[in-house]
């Protein structure tokens, strides 16, 4: 009867260190955020973005600039040999080189659209990825605090069990073993939450508080099981089709396109400028001294726009290059992003059906044998180390298996 009360009062102390905890982990002051709202503060606040809409500025810039004639030339000249008169001449291209160039600047400046696509992509994968890894951290701190105070209480009974000489000196040992490696867990658990704390609130540019998920990783296997099945039953069979709507590839193709125009734009400036001047042409005592006088600037070192024609060319090769590597790339990424959402999708079916429930049971009936002692310390500690590695191991699927869902969302646009 006295051993009974005594696991009893273990009982007791178990609860009260799990409400100490509990009532700690709630006093510490820390921001609630939703995946939401950090999306958006990133999306409004990231550099990378406000890189990308100066560059955008920068394009547009330039574009007003393309109807950019020769810089007039101003000069003296004695044509009469008795004195000398001021003048100008000025050389324009031929209306298609003005055309050519603003469809370059309109090229460039759709392709920054497209690498700002790219980079806000970018920003929400990082974003995601930030958030669901203090998810995980917090779920672990959570799961490993539970053990920490278990196995706390645990070793204290045990210390006074053997005390009494109840329990061998091998039960103490184990016992106090387990209690101090969940210990050292918990404390890496922390300092991993710290890092993931941070480095989402950089993400947000919010560097100095300290923030917490708003939805716990553990309680979302449901949900997250049936939005994966739905994700997968929608998705087309072909790569190509999967990733249309992929900014990389936008942004590689609309390189193709700009690198084309730059040819275009070789190509008209190979033909002959206008040039139109007005000077003094006369002698001192003539009625008409100023004059018009026109003629044509010839191209006639023609190895130099040869040079330039090849280097466009070889540029809009390798740019179309870069878009099939960038595909095959892209693929391959899709292709393995595809198989680990499969992977991780009949693991989590698994644990949401068998493995979780089984956890929960051997923790309760491992529990409730100790109590009736039918069970010893050493298979009590067993059966609750089986059980806390498959809820965390729960907790890891979930994790990887968000991680697979971000990717093939990432490389199909979304």
């Known amino acids: 009867m006295k051993y009974l009360k005594l696991r009893s009062g273990v009982r007791f102390l178990l ?5 100490l905890g509990l009532g700690f982990e709630a006093a510490r002051a820390q921001t609630i955020i939703s995946l939401d709202s950090a999306e958006a503060q990133s999306l409004r606040r990231h550099p990378r973005l406000r890189q990308s809409t100066q560059e955008i500025e920068e394009q547009r810039a330039l574009k007003r600039g393309s109807f950019a004639p020769a810089n007039p030339d101003f000069l003296f000249s004695a044509p009469t040999g008795e004195m000398w008169a001021p003048g100008v001449v000025q050389t324009i291209d031929l209306p298609n080189v003005y055309r050519q160039q603003r469809r370059v600047a309109q090229a460039g400046i759709t392709l920054a659209e497209r690498n700002r696509d790219v980079s806000r992509a970018s920003v929400l994968r990082d974003t995601r990825l930030a958030y669901l890894t203090l998810q995980f951290a917090e779920a672990q701190v959570r799961q490993l605090t539970y053990q920490d105070s278990l196995f706390r209480v645990l070793r204290l009974a045990t210390e006074r069990l053997f005390t009494a000489g109840e329990v061998t000196s091998l039960q103490r040992i184990s016992t106090d073993a387990e209690a101090r490696q969940v210990t050292v867990l918990l404390q890496q658990a922390t300092a991993d939450r710290q890092a ?65 125009s730059g040819i ?13 001047g007005y000077q003094n042409q006369a002698f001192e005592n003539s009625a008409l001294k100023y004059r018009f006088q026109f003629g ?12 330039q024609l090849q280097a466009a060319t070889a540029r809009s090769q390798a740019a179309g290059y870069q878009l099939q590597a960038q595909r095959l790339e892209l693929s391959s990424q899709y292709q393995q992003a595809l198989a680990d959402t499969r ?64 990717e093939l969302n990432y490389l199909r646009g979304e």
């Open 264 to 276: 275009s734009l070789v190509r008209a400036r190979r033909t002959p400028a206008l040039t139109v």
């Open 296 to 307: 044509l600037s010839v191209p006639i070192w023609f190895w130099t726009y040869r040079s």
């Open 15 to 19: 609860v009260l260190a799990l409400l």
């Open 196 to 260: 993931a704390q941070r480095r989402l609130a950089l993400l947000l540019g919010r560097p100095s508080e300290a923030l917490a998920i708003s939805t716990d990783l553990g309680r979302t296997g449901a949900e997250l099981a049936q939005t994966g099945t739905a994700l997968l039953a929608g998705l087309p069979a072909e790569d190509s089709t999967a990733l249309v709507r992929s900014p990389t590839l936008a942004a590689a193709a609309q390189n193709v396109a700009l690198s084309q």
């Open 343 to 406: 992977k991780f999708s009949a693991s989590l079916g698994y644990y949401e059906q068998t493995g979780l429930p089984q956890s929960r049971a051997i923790i309760s009936q491992s529990q409730r044998l100790f109590r009736a002692g039918e069970v010893s310390y050493l298979q009590l500690i067993m059966s609750l180390n089986q059980a806390f590695a498959i809820q965390n191991t729960y907790l890891t699927t979930i994790r990887d298996y968000r991680q697979a869902l971000i």
